[in-house]
């Protein structure tokens, strides 16, 4: 699976073969992953494919209509092995749970590794947003963060991919052409260099390759 | 609001690395903010605030933190623009309206036992959530008997909540809340229009109070038989969030009811003890006996 990962160096420019022993650097104590149009489905298949034993805590920003409540935490909790929650404000951060924001609550990380929500502003028109989730996330997990942009149609995200990659994290996007929606991966693109540049059904397997490479070490 | 993130974004552009505000520096923001001019923000959520103060850096094309450190105890009204920054006063009309449903169903009809009530109304921001509550009293046939004290830390809020002005534009969706959250009759019957603007009516605004509070350094306000307190203390770490709901218990009195935000609860704080529930999802507590 190692020869499958694509690596991106600078804009635009993509190399087909990630260098061997490229992933020896990456050292995560988090993930956070920002889907929009297409998102559930996409979120729905990273998470499911990863085991109940999953070391890492996950952080999702979705997209999502305010009506639609809880019932994407339910439905996703159906499929997958690790234990999936809506964030709650305050509560701590704990490996192998992913953390769902709330619709219509940005979901942000405090320097004590517990949650906060927010009712501030739409950003981007979206609450929860990604770049918000992943800007206040880099702040704290710095180098050690994983940030992965999904399908969606706007460019949400973009920003808070590129902040993360400016404190030292590993950036990893949807490879455009296998999105549902391509604005939001393409954005992303543009806006910062990217470690890796995957189909969907390739992001998670390559989740399990970086975290068993750290447990290992 | 989108010219506004625009900007950063351009402006983004530009900066050679992050504005990262280590912890270490925003607590001695805080710290020197509280001596210098009495606001006290350190025990709120660090992250928000970091998210504010990041973006202001950006906007006012400041580099450093520390610059905007010594501007801000420096400038006054510089200051006052960061206080704004800090205080997130988004609201809306009939938000959550269930939660105003189970209030419906809920508390009014304990309130129509009683000859005379008390609400307060803690964090009411520029007024929407305060004329939605008297609106809704008032479609009860009780807000005569009620007096609601709507307090905020924020003097500019406050004084949009005195004026009681809207923008037109809004209405559609504060209406349709409203109908969602169990509202009879046409929702323009509590404003009169002007050109792009709405101007809520004089009626509701007899039995309503605004005034200044803070819920970080003031104490108790007033013996009340209802606290609404809604997307405040998400804004709080647990201590200030402690500090907050133990003003409400003392402010209660027996059987009080107290009404939070949907996203939060009593079920981390000190205070879960002294509560019962009454609705779970509406967030609706029942202050217990002895
Ligand atoms: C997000 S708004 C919520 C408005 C309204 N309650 C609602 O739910 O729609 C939060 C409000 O809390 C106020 N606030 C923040 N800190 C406060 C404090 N220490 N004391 C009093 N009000 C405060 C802010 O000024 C703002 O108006």
Request: hydrophobic share 40%; glycine share 6%; charged share 25%.
């Amino acid at each position: 699976m190692k020869e499958s990962l694509e690596k991106k160096r600078g804009k635009g420019t993509h190399k087909s073969l990630l260098p061997p022993g490229i992933q020896k650097d990456i050292q995560a104590d988090a993930i956070v992953i920002g889907a929009s149009a297409g998102g559930l489905r996409a979120i729905g298949l990273i998470l499911s494919s990863l085991p109940a034993s999953f070391p890492l805590p996950i952080l999702v920003a979705q997209h999502i209509h305010p009506d639609m409540n809880s019932l994407s935490v339910t439905l996703m909790q159906e499929k997958c092995q690790i234990q999936v929650q809506e964030g709650i404000d305050k509560e701590p951060i704990n490996a192998g749970v992913a953390y769902l924001a709330p619709p219509n609550y940005h979901l942000l990380v405090e320097c004590d590794r517990t949650l906060s929500l927010s009712v501030d502003e739409r950003v981007n028109f979206a609450r929860p947003s990604i770049d918000v989730l992943f800007e206040s996330a880099s702040e704290v997990f710095e180098s050690r963060l994983i940030g992965i942009v999904l399908t969606g149609a706007n460019k949400d995200g973009a920003e808070g991919l590129k902040f993360i990659k400016a404190n030292g994290g590993t950036a990893i996007v949807q490879d455009p052409n296998t999105a549902e929606y391509d604005a939001m991966p393409k954005a992303a693109l543009e806006a910062t260099s990217v470690d890796f540049v995957l189909p969907l059904e390739k992001i998670a397997p390559a989740l399990l390759t970086v975290v068993g490479q750290r447990r290992q070490a | 609001m989108n010219n506004r993130a625009e900007i950063m974004n351009d402006m983004a552009v530009h900066l050679k690395a992050p504005a990262h505000i280590p912890d270490r520096e925003l607590q001695r923001f805080l710290d020197q903010v509280f001596d210098k001019y009495g606001y006290d923000f350190r025990n709120y959520s660090h992250a928000s605030l970091r998210r504010r103060l990041r973006h202001r850096l950006m906007l006012s094309g400041i580099d450093d933190f520390g610059d905007l450190e010594a501007k801000t105890l420096k400038n006054r009204q510089f200051f006052n623009t960061i206080l704004l920054d800090l205080s997130i006063t988004t609201t809306e009309m009939f938000r959550d309206p269930a939660f105003f449903m189970a209030f419906r169903d809920e508390v009014v009809p304990v309130l129509k036992t009683y000859p005379s009530f008390k609400i307060w109304q803690a964090g009411c921001s520029t007024g929407q959530e305060t004329y939605s509550l008297a609106i809704l009293l008032q479609e009860e046939g009780i807000l005569d008997r009620g007096l609601i004290y709507a307090t905020d830390f924020n003097a500019t809020a406050l004084e949009q909540a005195r004026r009681g002005v809207y923008p037109t534009e809004l209405i559609k969706q504060y209406a349709a809340q409203f109908h969602r959250a169990g509202g009879k009759g046409p929702f323009s019957q509590y404003f009169t229009s002007r050109y792009d603007s709405v101007l809520m009516d004089k009626s509701l605004r007899r039995n309503i109070v605004f005034s200044e509070h803070n819920l970080a350094t003031d104490g108790v306000f007033s013996e009340v038989q209802i606290v609404i307190c809604r997307n405040v203390l998400i804004y709080f770490n647990r201590t200030l969030q402690d500090r907050a709901l133990s003003i409400f218990h003392q402010s209660l009195g027996r059987r009080g009811f107290l009404c939070l935000g949907a996203k939060e609860s009593l079920l981390l704080s000190s205070h879960r003890r002294d509560f019962e529930v009454v609705r779970e999802n509406e967030r609706i507590f029942r202050k217990k006996t002895g």
